[in-house]
C-alpha cells in the first residue's frame, strides 16, 4: 500500500464522486420514466422554459456532471492497476478521457437552454425561424459522432479496466466480472435504435453494482495507506 500513500485524497475524491454519481443514475431513470422527452425543438424550448430541472435531466446534463466525475475515478483507477500492466491501463484510460471529452463537446445543455430563452423574448416570427432552425441543429448533432466516440471509447476503457482487475491484489473477481459485463452492454451505442436503448438500460445494472464494489475498495485502500 506504499506505492499509494501520495494518492490517498484521490481514493476519498473517487469514493465521493463515486456516491454522487450512483444518486444521480436512479433519479435520471426515474424522471425519464415518469415524464415526457422532448421530440421536437420546440417542445426543448417549452421544457426549459417551462421546467428548467426537468429540462437539465433530459438533455443530460448531469449525464455530463457523472462523466466528469468518472474521469476522477478513472485516476483512482490507474494508480491500483498500474503495478498490473502499465502500458494497458495507460491505453484504456487515455480512450476513457477522449471519450469523456468528447461527450463534454456533444453535450448541448446551455445551448439549447439560451435558445428557448431567445426564442420566447421574441415576437419577430423571422428570428423565431432563426432559433428554431439553430436549435434543431443543436439537437442533430447532440447524440451523432462525438457522443458514440464517447460511448464506444468508454467501453473500451471499461474493457481495460475489468481485464487487469482479475490480476489486481486489490480488486475481487466479482467487481472484474461485474465491470465486463457492463463493458460487454456498452459495445452497441445508445443511439443505434431499440437494441442501443436496451443495451444502455441493461448496462446500467452490472455498472451500478460495479460501482458500489469499487467503491469500497476505495474506502478500504484509503483507509490502510
Known sequence: M?????????????????????????????VFALTKLPTTTIEWF?????????????????????????????LAFYHTLKEVNKGVIQIGIALGLIGISAYISSNKTFEILKLSYEYFSTNI??????????GKACLLGWQGTAFDTYYVLNGIALFCISILMYKSKYYSKATATWGLFA?????IPSTAGTIGLIFSLLSLIPWYVFSILYAKIFVRIGKEI
Open 183 to 187: 463493458a460487454i452492454f456498452m459495445i
Open 125 to 134: 416570427e423571422t428570428e423565431k425561424i432563426i432559433f428554431e432552425s439553430a
Open 46 to 74: 417549452s421544457l426549459f422554459k417551462d421546467n428548467l430541472v426537468i429540462g437539465f435531466f433530459h438533455a443530460d446534463f448531469f449525464i455530463l456532471i457523472n462523466n466528469i466525475l468518472i474521469s476522477i475515478i478513472y
Open 2 to 30: 506504499n506505492a499509494l500513500k501520495d494518492y490517498k485524497s484521490l481514493y476519498k475524491t473517487a469514493f465521493i464522486s463515486t456516491i454522487i454519481m450512483l444518486t444521480i443514475i436512479p433519479i435520471q431513470i426515474l
